[in-house]
């Protein structure tokens, strides 16, 4: 069944919303009093659909329909999560939910961006509190994964479940916050660091540019795959985290911060930080700053996918939840034709210096083709635990036509030879109907405990006669079993 999120407030974080629900293949109805509501949340679109698909190894939904409505009430119509995002304005806020209240569906869960604001705040004086949570999300909404959901009492358990399970089905994670707090969890550790810049900027100890120098060639990459205690843990060492409390306690008691001593916000100060920031990074605009903080992002996200660590575990049960029937099984498919072996869009991380894919993922989107097909075969996870699997002997590759980040993709595999432990594949990839690359790959079945080639289990001969037998009639494809050839 189709699912609808209402969006109220389509700014940097209502856009960030809208485009999440939309590429998970949710329908979305956004009402922003703003004229220009349509083009901005376009523009986050356009950036969602650069980096968002290509986080996932596996095809995400066909993404929802986006529509505008001029009514409050009509844009909540059929919604069953609403996601208000409107400025942080506590009266703007209340009078935004009875508006919302009067129309929604008393089941939908109504969720509140705000940063600071306490769920009991916002549920006092509504028609209904215990609809109203906080899911607080982090810029830019549409790649990274956390969400604060704030509940109170007021809101069933039920309620908090299914919280979490929408939540995670759109590839979010949701921390849950136990007891209600200004500002929450995360951005009070944020207001605790922004306290000290502005004064290590005010004292003169460092500008704006050496501050961010500090903190991304250090502690921030360490921050973003483990955290604050895990990794304190590592640096007690063998003798642990109890060592590491006694070793930096003492720490404690010295002027080290000055955190409930704000400095004043004067003309001076601001201008100071404005131009020091504007000589940092004025080069750039903002659109170009966005794009390079979602490069960045989406390889980091994706290295920690590798590891399935942090962020990465994330996506890869995001993948996981998506994986089932987003490709064809041997019985699944239609064995007269090409089998489709990789469905997917190409990532940020994918593309180089001439804008598009890069030579070398060729070879890596032919090989994921190469081991989907083993596992339609037969030759999957317990198949080579038990000691049998496929080495690739050779391979050939032709570049037809250019292929760029975010485009979606598809490998559609025609088997060649199968016979005994010999395996003979043809991979064509596409976008759409353009054929923009061949993938010819030439594997020998082998024994992992000798590392020498021997026949596969009767049960893989079986499955690659099947294939051989149903794609009898395609064609030999154009371009198999050819070589660079020396110029005339
Ligand atoms: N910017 C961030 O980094 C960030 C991060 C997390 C949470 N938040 C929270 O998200 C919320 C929105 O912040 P933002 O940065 O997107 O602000 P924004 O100013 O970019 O967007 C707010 C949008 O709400 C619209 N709006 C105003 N009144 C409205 C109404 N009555 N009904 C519907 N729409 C209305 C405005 O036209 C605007 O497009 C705030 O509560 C903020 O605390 C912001």
């Known amino acids: 069944?189709?699912?609808?999120?209402?969006?109220?407030?389509?700014?940097?974080?209502?856009?960030?919303?809208?485009?999440?629900?939309?590429?998970?293949?949710?329908?979305?109805?956004?009402?922003?009093?703003?004229?220009?509501?349509?083009?901005?949340?376009?523009?986050?679109?356009?950036?969602?659909?650069?980096?968002?698909?290509?986080?996932?190894?596996?095809?995400?939904?066909?993404?929802?329909?986006?529509?505008?409505?001029?009514?409050?009430?009509?844009a909540v119509q059929g919604a069953i999560w609403i996601q208000e995002s409107v400025p942080e304005r506590l009266d703007l806020k209340l009078k935004v939910y009875k508006g919302l209240q009067a129309a929604c569906d008393p089941q939908a869960i109504i969720g509140s961006s705000t940063s600071g604001f306490k769920p009991s705040e916002l549920q006092d004086g509504a028609l209904c509190p215990e609809q109203i949570v906080v899911t607080h999300p982090f810029n830019p909404v549409y790649l990274l994964p956390l969400i604060e959901l704030v509940p109170t009492e007021a809101?069933?358990?039920?309620?908090?479940?299914?919280?979490?399970?929408?939540?995670?089905?759109?590839?979010?994670?949701?921390?849950?916050?136990?007891k209600e707090i200004d500002a929450h969890i995360a951005d009070r550790f944020l207001e605790a660091v922004w306290r000290e810049a502005l004064w290590l900027v005010k004292d003169g100890i460092a500008t704006t540019?050496?501050?961010?120098?500090?903190?991304?060639?250090?502690?921030?990459?360490?921050?973003?795959?483990?955290?604050?205690?895990?990794?304190?843990?590592?640096?007690?060492?063998?003798?642990g985290m109890q060592h590491f409390m006694a070793q930096f306690g003492p720490a404690l008691q010295w002027p080290w911060t000055k955190l409930m001593d704000v400095p004043e916000f004067t003309d001076e100060l601001v201008a100071m930080i404005a131009d020091q920031s504007d000589a940092q990074s004025g080069m750039h605009s903002i659109r170009e700053l966005e794009r390079i903080r979602d490069n960045n992002l989406v390889g980091m996200m994706r290295a920690l996918k590798a590891q399935d660590y942090g962020a990465g575990a994330v996506l890869n049960r995001h993948d996981a939840r998506l994986k089932p029937g987003a490709l064809p099984t041997l019985d699944g498919a239609d064995l007269c034709q090409p089998i489709l072996t990789l469905s997917r869009a190409v990532p940020l991380d994918w593309t180089d210096y001439n804008g598009h894919m890069t030579e070398s993922r060729y070879l890596d989107a032919f090989a994921s083709s190469t081991d989907r097909f083993m596992e339609i075969i037969g030759c999957d996870a317990d198949y080579i635990a038990s000691g049998g699997s496929y080495f690739t002997a050779e391979t050939h590759i032709r570049h037809l036509d250019e292929t760029h980040a975010g485009s979606k993709i598809e490998v559609q595999t025609q088997l060649l030879l199968g016979q005994g432990k010999k395996l003979h594949l043809f991979h064509s990839m596409y976008e759409g109907d353009k054929l923009l690359a061949t993938g010819e790959s030439f594997l020998l079945h082998v024994s992992l405990e000798t590392r020498r080639p021997c026949a596969p289990s009767a049960q893989i001969e079986a499955a690659m006669a099947r294939i051989a037998q149903g794609q009898a009639g395609l064609p030999y494809p154009e371009g198999a079993g050819s070589a660079i050839r020396k110029p005339a």
């Open 1 to 74: 069944m189709m699912k609808t999120a209402a969006i109220i407030g389509g700014g940097v974080i209502g856009g960030g919303w809208a485009a999440r629900f939309l590429l998970n293949g949710w329908d979305v109805r956004v009402f922003d009093p703003d004229p220009e509501a349509q083009r901005k949340i376009g523009e986050v679109l356009d950036n969602a659909r650069r980096s968002l698909p290509g986080l996932s190894d596996v095809p995400l939904p066909p993404e929802g329909a986006l529509t505008f409505h001029d009514d409050m009430a009509d």
């Open 209 to 239: 540019e050496e501050i961010d120098e500090a903190i991304r060639m250090g502690f921030g990459i360490r921050w973003a795959q483990m955290g604050l205690f895990e990794t304190y843990r590592v640096a007690g060492g063998e003798a």
């Open 155 to 178: 809101n069933p358990p039920e309620l908090v479940e299914r919280a979490k399970e929408m939540l995670s089905s759109v590839g979010f994670f949701p921390l849950h916050v136990r």
